[in-house]
């Protein structure tokens, strides 16, 4: 995955909530990391909701802490998050499906093009800690380990809110996995379940005294889970089980098309043991979209953890397939074909992520050299800032695409961090009330 995705370390530190993070995710010794666990998200600076991901904000301040505001010790973290839900991912496809099967389903999630959203800015981290998380929980279910999977529980739904996704799918594999009559099932589903669900009620619990109540986005509507989940099925059905270039199709129905096929592959090799695959891969798919129609937006890096879905299911199709006596072994071919895929996607350094963090860089530096030139008690001003740059290619289903890349919030992080012994008012462009004496005030242009 080098190969594919060692570009990023090029890419510069960009993205709105990057410089708040790290700002935030500042720590100071053992109390700072138990104090992260009372502090909202940002410390209050996101605009749009309220969060709570402590466990974003101790890994920012650990990048900060080694690496200062240098780009690459960031993007190195992000890159070793990606290695690390390859291996988790592993893991699951091993004991729920088989060993030659594991490999398939790392390579097919790790050479996904939704990494080139996910790993060119740090602020997106969040989505890649919920998913270890998660995997983690579910492994650990497979492997008898309980309390180790209410730990990974617990600390999914620290990462973000979509972690909250863990509990379900541990829950579900722990009943999965339970034997006997329908009774005895029940109670061996209980009994491995119910450590996730004290620390998932306890992690809830941490949130809402921290936030003053659930928080969360201010667009989001509970109703949207059944109201707008069936459009969010289409929307993310190829990202769940098309092959790994689904942006390069073309098209969302030629994506859709391709990946019904696949399940209808897979259907008539499993015959009747497709269920046991299909089924809970479709409840956790459709959990997804539920939360993710909840939350009233739709992003390229919501996607991850249906990239996660398409890996296991390619696994669970090469199984199927390499498991066949004679020439039907042959279908395999196609699975490690999209395998080979992965490995070689054949793509170069994205251009505008790369001009998204050059442009970022630029801009801060005129800001740092106007904010290191004024004095106390006066009132510079900073050129209009760059909120964003358009992608040439659009979504799969047309609209248009774009990178945020600073806002007000942003800069005003970045001078706290640039400058940590000096007064500085950031605002936005309007006539700014008179600097005090101790205080420089940058106006920022339209």
């Avoid at 909250?164 to 996995?177: D, E, Q, R, T």
């Avoid at 993310?236 to 098309?242: E, K, Q, S």
């Avoid at 395998?339 to 994205?350: Q, V």
């Amino acid at each position: 995955m080098a190969l594919a995705w060692g570009w990023v370390l090029s890419t510069g530190l960009w993205g709105w909530d990057v410089y708040p993070l790290i700002a935030a995710g500042r720590i100071d010794g053992l109390g700072g990391v138990a104090a992260t666990f009372g502090d909202e998200l940002m410390d209050g600076r996101y605009p749009l909701g309220r969060y709570w991901r402590p466990l974003v904000h101790l890994s920012f301040g650990l990048d900060h802490a080694l690496f200062g505001l240098d780009p690459v010790g960031f993007h190195l973290t992000d890159l070793a998050l990606l290695a690390a839900n390859m291996l988790a991912l592993a893991a699951v496809a091993r004991r729920w499906i088989s060993e030659r099967a594991a490999l398939v389903a790392a390579v097919v999630f790790g050479g996904n093009l939704v990494h080139a959203d996910v790993l060119a800015v740090p602020a997106r981290r969040a989505d890649s800690l919920a998913l270890l998380f998660t995997l983690l929980a579910l492994a650990s279910v497979f492997a008898r380990r309980r309390w180790f999977a209410a730990l990974s529980v617990a600390a999914a739904l620290s990462s973000k809110e979509s972690g909250a996704i863990a509990v379900l799918v541990a829950s579900g594999a722990a009943f999965a996995l339970a034997e006997g009559d329908g009774r005895e099932r029940w109670k061996q589903g209980l009994r491995a379940a119910w450590p996730a669900w004290c620390a998932f009620a306890l992690t809830l619990g941490i949130r809402t005294w921290a936030l003053g109540g659930l928080g969360g986005s201010r667009e989001a509507q509970v109703s949207a889970a059944w109201s707008d989940a069936l459009a969010a099925l289409a929307r993310y059905f190829p990202a769940a089980f098309a092959p790994t270039q689904v942006r390069l199709l073309g098209s969302a129905g030629l994506s859709c098309a391709v990946a019904l096929a696949l399940v209808a592959l897979f259907v008539a090799l499993a015959r009747r043991d497709a269920r046991r695959t299909l089924v809970p891969l479709a409840l956790w798919f459709a959990a997804l979209a539920s939360l993710t129609a909840i939350s009233r937006a739709e992003r390229g890096w919501y996607e991850l953890p249906f990239v996660a879905l398409n890996g296991l299911f390619a696994a669970a199709l090469f199984e199927q397939a390499f498991a066949r006596a004679g020439a039907a072994r042959l279908l395999a071919v196609p699975v490690l074909a999209w395998a080979l895929a992965s490995l070689m996607p054949g793509r170069a350094a994205a251009p505008e992520l790369i001009a998204a963090g050059e442009s970022a860089r630029v801009y801060l530096g005129q800001v740092e050299s106007a904010v290191r030139s004024a004095s106390a008690g006066s009132a510079v001003r900073a050129p209009g800032l760059p909120l964003e740059l358009r992608d040439p290619q659009p979504w799969l289903d047309g609209r248009e695409r774009t990178f945020a890349v600073l806002a007000p919030y942003s800069v005003a992080a970045f001078v706290e961090l640039a400058f940590p012994g000096r007064a500085v008012r950031v605002v936005p462009p309007a006539p700014p009330s008179l600097p005090a004496s101790t205080e420089i005030v940058l106006v920022l242009e339209r």
